[in-house]
Structure formats: C-alpha cells, structure tokens
C-alpha cells in the first residue's frame, strides 16, 4: 500500500473521528437519562479525547505543511498528552467495569460520583504533567536524557502497562461473566424475570467495553513495537512506512470507539435509534407538506419533451 492511499485512508478515519465522538458526546449530553450513569461520564470523557486525538494528528500536519510555520515539538508535545489521556481513560473505565463484574457491592457502595469524577480528573492530569510539563522540557534541555530515560519510562507507564492491565481485567471479566451468566439460567424463571432488564443492560455495556478494550490492545501492540524501535533503535527496516502504520493504528483506535457505543451499549443505542427516528418522520412530514412539488417538475419535462 503507497504512502499516498496511506493518507487518504488516514484522513478518512481522521474525519470520522472527529464526527463520531462529537455526534456521541452530543447524544449523552442532551440526554439526562443518559448523564445519570457513572459509565457515561468514562464514555463522555474517552470520546473528548479520542476527538483530539483526531483533532492532532493529521489536520495540523496538513495546515503546517502548506499555510503556517507550525512548532512540531510543542505540537507533538500536545498530540501524546491526548494520546496518553485516551489511554488513561480507557484503563478507569475498565477498572471500573472489572469492579462492577468482580465486586459488585463493593462498586455499588464504594464507587460513587464523586471517585468517578476523581477518576476522570486523574486520567487528564497524569498525562499532561509526566508527558507536558516533566518530559517535554527536559526534551528541549537534555534530549539525549530525556529520549534515553525519559521516553521509555512513558512507554512503559502509558504504553506497556496499560496493555497488560487492560487484557488482564477484560480476561478476567469474561470469565466471570460466562459464569455468572450460567448461574442466571440455573435459577427460577420468576426470579430471572424480575432481573430480565437489568441484566440485558449490563451485558451490552460488558459487550461493549470488551470490544473497545480488544480492539485497543490490538492497535497498540503495533504503537508498542514501534515505539521499541524508535527508543531503542533496534533493527526495524522502513521506518517511514512504520510510521504511517503506526499513525493509521492510532487514529483507527479512536474512530471506531463511538460505533462500539452506538451500537453495542444499549441506552446509546436506543437514543441514536430514536434520533434517527426523528429526523425521518421530520423529514417525511416536510415531504408531505409538499407533495406536488417532485410530480410537477416531472410533468413539466414530460410537457418539454413531447
């Protein structure tokens, strides 16, 4: 695959990025049955940072490259601290599911809106300081330093890490769910028929976050392998393409994050759905409104014709 076809898949993605999470972040917003779960907010959050990751990656490369002088440091700089917030993110929802699957009074009694807040918080804050205000000017004093020890420290924390705790929980709530899920249908019909509701809500949500935690895993094993090559400058051939492989990953990462919400957690869904719904019946009552307007024009070609 060329550099070229490379880009344009790349800016597709980019685009979808920044449209879906948006459309996403609008639908739990507008909705207060939809604010008032505590896994939301993690999806609220992880989706503003997936849309700056969209955001910094190939529209500033492409206004510095043609229009602007633009500081790829501090740019750059800025680019994995929304990475790495991304990440960060992602790992408090799952620990946060991992807890509601493994411990669930404890999540019920212990987690409270307030260690969701504080979650989040820290999600955001940890990777600006360590990647934006530690890192970046210890690169601009002591590079060599900084890429020699500060640099696999990072990948470590925010890279390697997270990959191992990720696939650790989603493991382990697999697991246990399939468990859980043949102690359900050993117990009485009339007591499963009481729990029928909740129990199809959390295994969309567990659906759902398994699916982003895997599909995370997935694309960054790859930003792990380059990251590898890149610190320690092993022997990895093609760079470049390496790169741009690299860069599709991650931007791909974020992209198909707000499907997974749209389509497998059920609350979202039933809202996109209902949208959706909406501005078809708006858009078929405008259509009724104006009903002669299509056999009018059809007829006045018919009359030019003949």
Same mark, same amino acid.
């Given at each position: 695959?060329?550099?070229?076809?490379?880009? +344009? %898949?790349?800016?597709?993605?980019?685009?979808?990025?920044?449209?879906? $999470?948006? =459309? /996403? !972040?609008? +639908? %739990?917003?507008?909705?207060?049955?939809?604010?008032?779960?505590?896994? $939301?907010? =993690? /999806? !609220?959050?992880?989706?503003?940072?997936?849309?700056?990751?969209?955001?910094?990656?190939?529209?500033?490369?492409?206004?510095?490259?043609?229009?602007?002088?633009?500081?790829?440091?501090?740019?750059?700089?800025?680019?994995?601290?929304?990475?790495?917030?991304?990440?960060?993110?992602?790992?408090?929802?799952?620990?946060?599911?991992?807890?509601?699957?493994?411990?669930?009074?404890?999540?019920?009694?212990?987690?409270?809106?307030?260690?969701?807040?504080?979650?989040?918080?820290?999600?955001?804050?940890?990777?600006?300081?360590?990647?934006?205000?530690?890192?970046?000017?210890?690169?601009?004093?002591?590079?060599?330093?900084?890429?020699?020890?500060?640099?696999?420290?990072?990948?470590?924390?925010?890279?390697?890490?997270?990959?191992?705790?990720?696939?650790?929980?989603?493991?382990?709530?697999?697991?246990?769910?399939?468990?859980?899920?043949?102690?359900?249908?050993?117990?009485?019909?009339?007591?499963?028929?009481?729990?029928?509701?909740?129990?199809?809500?959390?295994?969309?949500?567990?659906?759902?976050?398994?699916?982003?935690?895997?599909?995370?895993?997935?694309?960054?094993?790859?930003?792990?392998?380059?990251?590898?090559?890149?610190?320690?400058?092993?022997?990895?051939?093609?760079?470049?393409?390496?790169?741009?492989?690299?860069?599709?990953?991650?931007?791909?990462?974020?992209?198909?994050?707000?499907?997974?919400?749209?389509?497998?957690?059920?609350?979202?869904?039933?809202?996109?759905?209902?949208?959706?719904?909406?501005?078809?019946?708006?858009?078929?009552?405008?259509?009724?409104?104006?009903?002669?307007?299509?056999?009018?024009?059809?007829?006045?070609?018919?009359?030019?014709?003949?």
């Amino acid at each position: 695959m060329s550099p070229t076809l490379f880009k +344009i %898949i790349a800016w597709i993605l980019t685009i979808t990025t920044l449209f879906g $999470n948006c =459309f /996403i !972040i609008i +639908i %739990i917003v507008s909705r207060k049955r939809l604010r008032s779960s505590k896994l $939301n907010w =993690f /999806i !609220i959050s992880l989706a503003v940072a997936d849309f700056l990751v969209g955001l910094s990656f190939y529209p500033p490369l492409f206004f510095c490259e043609r229009w602007f002088s633009c500081h790829t440091r501090l740019m750059k700089s800025f680019r994995w601290i929304f990475i790495y917030s991304s990440v960060c993110n992602l790992c408090a929802m799952t620990v946060d599911r991992y807890l509601a699957i493994t411990s669930p009074i404890y999540h019920r009694t212990k987690v409270s809106e307030r260690v969701v807040v504080m979650s989040i918080t820290l999600s955001w804050v940890v990777p600006a300081v360590l990647r934006g205000v530690v890192f970046t000017p210890l690169y601009y004093v002591h590079e060599h330093k900084a890429l020699k020890y500060g640099l696999p420290i990072l990948l470590v924390i925010f890279e390697a890490l997270p990959c191992l705790l990720i696939l650790f929980a989603v493991v382990r709530i697999s697991i246990i769910a399939k468990r859980q899920k043949l102690q359900r249908r050993n117990k009485s019909k009339g007591r499963a028929n009481q729990t029928k509701d909740e129990n199809q809500r959390s295994s969309t949500a567990l659906r759902m976050i398994l699916f982003v935690a895997f599909f995370f895993i997935f694309c960054y094993l790859f930003e792990v392998y380059y990251a590898t090559c890149v610190t320690f400058s092993t022997s990895c051939k093609d760079m470049e393409i390496l790169q741009l492989i690299q860069r599709f990953f991650l931007i791909a990462n974020s992209a198909v994050n707000p499907f997974a919400y749209a389509y497998l957690k059920r609350d979202i869904k039933e809202e996109v759905i209902r949208k959706i719904s909406v501005l078809c019946r708006k858009r078929n009552s405008e259509l009724n409104a104006h009903p002669n307007t299509e056999p009018d024009v059809q007829s006045v070609n018919l009359d030019e014709i003949l």
